[in-house]
Structure formats: C-alpha cells, structure tokens
C-alpha cells in the first residue's frame, strides 16, 4: 500500500534533483518513450533510484524518468510506466500521478500502444482517447480518502479535456496528418483478448483495447488534472480473422510511431493553453 510518507519522499528528492515547478506531465507507453528525447533534458533519472518509485518491468519501458522541458514548458516524461498485471496494487500503478499531482503538475498527456477494434483503423494509425471503458476491475481510489488529493466521488463525466482534444485535432490538421478519434477499453492482462472478448468489446462501444492508462486517469481526474489521451494503433483484430499479436511486433510499431507521436505532442504544446 502506498503511504503518504512515499510519496513524500519521492517527491523531495525529485525537487532535490531539478523537478522545481514542472507543468506538463507525460506518461510514454509500449515502445513511445524514445520519441520524446528530442526534449531539452536537465535530467535524466532512472525509476530505481527514486524512493519507493515502482520499477517498469516490462520491455518497450526504459524505466527512467526525463526532467527538463517540451516546446518551453517544464515537463516531466515517464518513459514507461507500470500495470496491474505485472503484480502492482493499483495505488503503485498511480504512483507517478501522485508524484506530479505534489510536484503542481496540472496537465497530463497518457500515451499508449493499443489494439485496435476498429475496422476503419490501420496499424500505426495515432488515436485521440475521447472517452474509456475501466474492465480491469481494479481503481486507484479504493480505500481510504484522502481529501487533499481529491474528493471521494470524482465525476468522470468529461475525463479527457475538450479544449485539450481540440487543440490535438488542429495541430494533426496543421501536420496533414490524419487522426483518429475513439473509446479506449482498459483492460488487465496480461493474456490478450480472445475472439469472443474481441467482439464484445466492439459491441460495447470501444475502438481500441490496451493494458494501461485507466487507473492513470482515474487519479489523474482524482487529483484535478487536465487529461490528453493518445493511443498508437499496434494491430487491427477481427473477430472473424483473428491474427496473433506478439510484444515484439507492438513494440516495432510503436517504435516507428513514436516520433509522429511526440511531433503531434509537440505542436499541440505550442497552442497549449
């Protein structure tokens, strides 16, 4: 269980270590960290050293955390993250929230590698999250309340931010670049999803199935926070045509994606408001 005293400490040694007054918060998914090293970087500090921080234990997540900043703003980039499925209570997987959240972070861009459900839909193909589906199971917020994160009840009704969905839309029209748009469904893992699964998951509304970014956001809007949401569209499943998915052929994807994906981030920075 994470106590307020982890936190804490985490959060002063990142102070201690350049993360003075940082604004923009960025959680890189599967294989989407590299894309963001263009960043004017101070530091560069691996999950370990940081106390009582989770470690990434997954490939396609270096593990390490980049301070400095993205198109002028002081920025935090996780290069990869953490899921329930590698064994972690859902308050570890929000760790890094938390950490933002005490470091004054108020925007927040989640980034992942996502299964596409869609049939309009293409591997390597950028998505904007406009809404989610939590199927793990599992929320951050269970348990006891702390009332100086956030109150016991968040409304989830407008997760991800408006302006923040427009801004992205206009910055991929200003690239010429197409950009999706659909439901995310957050599943556990790590097994991937059957045919059946497939379908009913199409049949309930989602355009794309991943194992990450819910209980992110749940704390995230626990804690006030504005939220983009992005996905890379690894692979397109059929119900009809299943076709084996590997971590290596995601990560491949995703890796090819990665810069589109942090040039896209970057010009929605420079219309941030």
């Known amino acids: 269980m994470v106590e307020q005293q982890h936190i804490d400490a985490a959060t002063a040694f990142l102070r201690q270590h350049g993360a003075t007054q940082p604004v923009i918060g960025l959680l890189a998914g599967t294989g989407l960290g590299g894309g963001f090293e263009s960043m004017a970087v101070d530091h560069a500090i691996d999950y370990g050293a940081i106390p009582h921080f989770?470690?990434?234990?997954?490939?396609?997540h270096r593990g390490r955390l980049?301070?400095?900043?993205l198109q002028g703003y002081a920025a935090m980039v996780f290069q990869g993250r953490f899921h329930l499925y590698e064994g972690y209570h859902p308050q570890e997987v929000v760790f890094p929230i938390r950490v933002m959240q005490a470091l004054g972070v108020r925007t927040l861009i989640v980034t992942n590698a996502a299964g596409g459900l869609n049939p309009a839909f293409q591997p390597g193909d950028l998505m904007l999250i406009t809404?989610?589906?939590?199927?793990?199971?599992e929320n951050p917020l269970v348990g006891p309340n702390d009332p100086?994160?956030?109150?016991?009840?968040?409304?989830?009704?407008?997760?991800?931010?408006?302006a923040l969905a427009d801004q992205a839309r206009a910055a991929a029209r200003r690239l010429d670049w197409p950009l999706q748009s659909g439901v995310y469904a957050g599943l556990k893992g790590p097994s991937l999803e059957t045919p059946a699964e497939i379908r009913f998951l199409t049949t309930i509304?989602?355009?794309?199935?991943g194992l990450s970014t819910v209980q992110e956001v749940i704390a995230a809007v626990h804690a006030g926070m504005r939220?983009?949401?992005?996905?890379?569209?690894t692979n397109v499943n059929s119900p009809d045509k299943p076709m084996p998915a590997t971590l290596e052929e995601i990560i491949a994807v995703a890796d090819q994606a990665a810069p589109r994906l942090a040039r896209l981030v970057e010009h929605i920075l420079e219309k941030l408001s």
């Open 148 to 162: 100086a994160w956030g109150v016991r009840f968040p409304d989830m009704s407008r997760v991800y931010d408006t």
């Open 227 to 233: 939220i983009l949401g992005l996905s890379v569209i």
């Open 66 to 69: 980049l301070l400095g900043r």
């Open 131 to 137: 809404d989610h589906i939590n199927l793990t199971g």
């Open 54 to 60: 989770p470690v990434s234990t997954v490939s396609g």
């Open 205 to 209: 509304g989602a355009d794309a199935v």
